[in-house]
């Protein structure tokens, strides 16, 4: 919200209402927020359909969320390891850079929930549904995605 309010003298250039859209579309940061809350929510086993209906609305695509979750998940994988390896989950070491404290210690949390046949079984899940939404050109990829979604679930 503070991000929002700040950015509202820009918002007013528009000349129009000022909606979540606008602020989504022209607001540098929240959409990224938005998807991290959407994956956690999806890795966490919460409901997540009303969150995935916002980001398609709001213009992303399902392939783009397939990626992002892909990538995430990956992340995740990478912690789980460093913690079994090192001792400690380091996002510096993990990624390359420094997490925020409270981000890392999420991960890491999350990370290590997650066995390591659960992260192969959902990672191939996640590339293959990737595969098929490319290869296919099927129209309704939403579909695909909600059902690879929820498989992935039942996996973690």
Known sequence: LALACNELPKLAILGKPITIKEVDEHVHGLSEIKLDRFIAQVVEKKEFLPSLRHLLESGENEIQLLTA?????????????????????????????????????????????????????????????ELKMKSSGSPDQESLLISALLRLQSLL
Do not use: C, M, W
């Open 69 to 129: 979750i892909s990538g995430f998940v990956t992340q995740l994988y990478l912690f789980n390891t460093a913690i079994k390896l090192h001792g400690v989950a380091d996002s510096a070491l993990v990624l390359g850079y420094k997490l925020p404290g409270f981000i890392e210690k999420e991960r890491a949390a999350l990370s290590i929930k997650i066995s390591p046949e659960a992260y192969k079984k959902g990672l191939n899940l996640l590339l293959d549904t």
